[in-house]
């Protein structure tokens, strides 16, 4: 089971120090109540512990906000930095942003989740480029299929970016047998 968990308002006060206490007591109080609940071995998958956030940074910036709040959490869940509306950055900005980006958290400090290698250097592959953190995604509604693969197209007047291609977004990754 998968229980997703959204902040919808996230960062839109000025006081960000009430933002950021909800959200640490949230994990905090899921955490004590799982260890009140059940022994470990009983819980079957049932446990409503946050294992990880996603944590979406807008493309282009990242704000003291975002920093504050990844130093915040960090040592309570890892963090997965992704870069949303990555189609809006050319492929340099991309590159250079996520750059930017990982030197910033290398100098907070900030823990992030690490995939396990061999996964990176599968997405590498596949993508036939360097990937890793922070990840850049982009997405879209319109879907079409062309010769029995997915096409998940964002389509602009000087040309098209494709959610289901690696080397547009680090959402997809195919595995292959």
Known sequence: MLLLIDTPGYGDCTDLTAT??????????????HRSVLPTHELHGMDKLVHCVF??????RLKLVDIAFMEEIHTK?????IIAKSDTMTSAE??????????????EEIKIFQFDPSTIDEMSRQAE???????????????????GEV???????????DAANPQHSDLLLRCRS
């Open 20 to 33: 950021f206490q909800k959200i640490v007591e949230s994990v905090d109080r899921r955490f004590r109540h």
């Open 55 to 60: 944590y979406f940074i807008a493309p282009h």
């Open 77 to 81: 869940v890892p963090i997965i930095p």
């Open 94 to 107: 991309k590159k250079e942003f996520k750059e930017w980006v990982q030197q910033k958290l290398q100098e």
């Open 129 to 147: 480029v360097a990937m890793g953190p922070p990840w850049a995604v982009m997405a879209t509604k319109d879907t079409t299929i062309e010769d």
């Open 151 to 161: 096409k998940a197209l964002r389509i602009y007047d000087w040309g098209a970016a």
